[in-house]
């Protein structure tokens, strides 16, 4: 069975993207950060996307390389993603490139057929397809990569959820930007305690 991963940047009040989806409160990640996310997306054997995430990344990252300011890590990062498989789930795209495929069906569904297979670790991204895969209790491994910015509203990382999850932390660390990482695996899910 494959590991599912959600990790994405958030802001300290718990956003991963401000009002009108906006990023710019992250600035530089800095060299440090960026390596990580480099090295951790090279152990990701198939990464799963949500319009919103896959039309971001999509704008950059296939020619990400070619950018006469593109840092070595840059460079390996853009390569990495267009060899990368990818899916992407959508209803209101049809076509997608770089080594992706489109789900237009039901994705909690496709993620369990996918988790089920023999294969190595896969992450999840953009808020409304993590959701789903959280409330379905899909997502083994939570990376949280926090920033020191309140945005005060927007995108929110987590969701909703009709029961408990409980998590084990594995790791945490402190980068010189001041953003801190914290990973959590999930533990059990539960349900809510009945009131009255």
Request: charged fraction near 20%; include cysteine.
């Amino acid at each position: 069975m494959r590991k599912l991963s959600y990790g994405m940047n958030l802001s300290l009040d718990g956003y991963i993207a401000a009002a009108g989806d906006d990023i710019g409160w992250g600035g530089s990640a800095g060299d440090e950060l960026f390596q990580w996310w480099l090295d951790r997306e090279r152990a990701i054997s198939l990464s799963l996307y949500g319009r919103k995430l896959w039309e971001a990344m999509s704008s950059h990252w296939p020619t990400g390389d070619q950018l006469p300011t593109a840092t070595p890590a840059e460079i390996a990062f853009a390569q990495n993603w267009r060899d990368t498989p990818k899916v992407v789930f959508s209803s209101t795209i049809d076509k997608v490139d770089w080594n992706t495929r489109l789900c237009t069906g039901d994705a909690v569904a496709e993620i369990t057929r996918l988790k089920a297979e023999d294969g190595g670790p896969m992450s999840i991204g953009g808020a409304t397809l993590a959701a789903a895969a959280m409330r379905a209790g899909l997502i083994d491994e939570y990376v949280i990569v926090t920033y020191p910015v309140l945005v005060g509203g927007g995108t929110p990382f987590f969701t909703t959820l009709d029961s408990w999850v409980h998590l084990n932390l594995v790791e945490t660390r402190t980068f010189a930007t001041g953003v801190i990482l914290t990973r959590y695996e999930t533990i059990s899910r539960e349900p809510y305690p009945r009131s009255g």
